[in-house]
């Protein structure tokens, strides 16, 4: 749709009575300078935490069902204080919730993905003059059952509407300035990127990074969407996520954290083919997502398995390893809790030899043990003890300085 602009806000942008009028206002002038705008809104504030806080007081393992229909509440609050602050101030608005726009998901609840959005009524109401503004992170399933996106799925919403309805711009209000080199609260020295390639945000957004959803930005690519993430409350131009080509190539363009990892071992594995089928078959099958995998000569003619989940997957994956122990065959299963994953991303770093040795000289430089390394054409991932994991970060983004500007060049030979 011509002169669309889809505009998502997150929790802090709309966290109280203040907030949301300052958010309405920044609406109200896009409107003025002739746009049509599709809303999309998080719940206030910590407001998610606290629904899943309120489940836990009535049970520790609450259905996951009852679990969506309340955490959905959230963003509906959110939809329905905007549409109200925008009418307040003269303008036609219309809050909608997932079901009313038919935004269909897949039934997984707390992780479902949007299947199909239908534009139908979301045209219709903006062809009536109405701001449209949707309750994010909810879609339903098959059942006409509420189902929630994963946390900080609001942005998949707002980027897969800016999608459908081929919004002209997917404008991301958050309470930073922008991507940064690395986040600011841990490296100070950290840089604001003007400019960020799809895929590089997508590495940084899938390791750890928790400024972007990570499937927003891969749908961001999937359908050429025209993305800027910026501050609702700084006015600063903020950073734009687009195709490679169009992006000025850094070696390495930022650094990302991730505290919520824990490895799994399996050792003692017959050397066979099959045997890592028979391991992460029954994990795939559970929809646990897998990370950082190291196949190793264990003992004798023996192979160990070590790789990475979420924190909160590690006790469903120690169980079904378990359960399946006999068809894999391995003597012992082992995992640690207190490691964090440190990444550098960078589409440039191909053309760049030397970027994973500066890292692990920096690494060595702060006396940080490696436990694993992992490496793909544009991203180095380190697991470390979490207790070293700030100074890592500052020592690894005090090394790559240099490289953060867009005229970095290797050292020239003398
Ligand atoms: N309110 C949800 C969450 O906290 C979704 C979002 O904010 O994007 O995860
Ligand atoms: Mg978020």
Do not use: W
Request: charged share 25%; hydrophobic share 40%; net charge negative.
């Amino acid at each position: 749709m011509e002169n669309l602009i889809v505009q998502k806000y997150g929790g802090t942008s709309v966290a109280n009575a203040e907030r949301i009028m300052h958010v309405a206002n920044i609406i109200s002038n896009t409107c003025e300078k002739g746009k049509r705008v599709v809303v999309v809104v998080s719940a206030q504030g910590h407001t998610t935490d606290r629904l899943v806080e309120k489940a836990r007081g009535i049970s520790s393992d609450a259905n996951r069902r009852e679990l969506d229909m309340l955490l959905v509440t959230g963003e509906q609050q959110s939809a329905a204080l905007m549409a109200m602050a925008l009418q307040s101030m003269g303008h036609s608005a219309v809050s909608l919730n997932a079901a009313q726009v038919g935004i269909e998901a897949t039934s997984v609840h707390g992780n479902a993905q949007i299947k199909r959005i239908q534009t139908k009524r979301l045209i219709e109401e903006l062809e009536k003059g109405n701001i449209v503004i949707v309750a994010g992170f909810q879609g339903i399933n098959r059942f006409g059952d509420m189902t929630t996106l994963g946390r900080g799925a609001s942005d998949t919403t707002a980027v897969a509407l800016a999608a459908v309805l081929e919004a002209e711009l997917c404008e991301i209000y958050t309470d930073v300035d922008g991507i940064y080199t690395a986040d600011p609260r841990i490296v100070p020295s950290a840089k604001k990127l003007d400019e960020i390639s799809y895929d590089d945000m997508l590495e940084l957004a899938s390791s750890g990074a928790g400024v972007l959803h990570n499937r927003a930005v891969e749908m961001a690519k999937r359908y050429n969407v025209n993305l800027v993430l910026r501050s609702s409350m700084s006015g600063i131009p903020g950073t734009s996520i687009k195709e490679e080509s169009k992006v000025e190539r850094l070696a390495v363009s930022g650094l990302s954290i991730d505290r919520n990892v824990a490895r799994i071992s399996v050792t003692g594995l017959p050397d066979k083919p099959g045997v890592a089928h028979s391991i992460f078959n029954p994990l795939a099958k559970a929809k646990l997502n897998v990370d950082v995998i190291l196949l190793s000569v264990g003992e004798g003619d023996n192979r160990d398995y070590c790789f990475t989940v979420h924190k909160q997957d590690l006790k469903t994956a120690c169980e079904i390893l378990e359960a399946n122990k006999e068809n894999i065959g391995y003597e012992s299963l082992n995992s640690d809790e207190n490691l964090a994953k440190l990444t550098i991303v960078g589409a440039g770093m191909a053309n760049n030899s030397g970027v994973a040795s500066a890292m692990f000289e920096a690494l060595y430089e702060c006396g940080v043990n490696i436990e694993t390394i992992c490496t793909s054409e544009i991203k180095i991932t380190v697991l470390i003890g979490q207790q070293y994991i700030t100074k890592a970060a500052k020592a690894v983004h005090d090394k790559f300085e240099p490289m953060f500007s867009k005229d970095y060049t290797e050292t020239e030979e003398t």
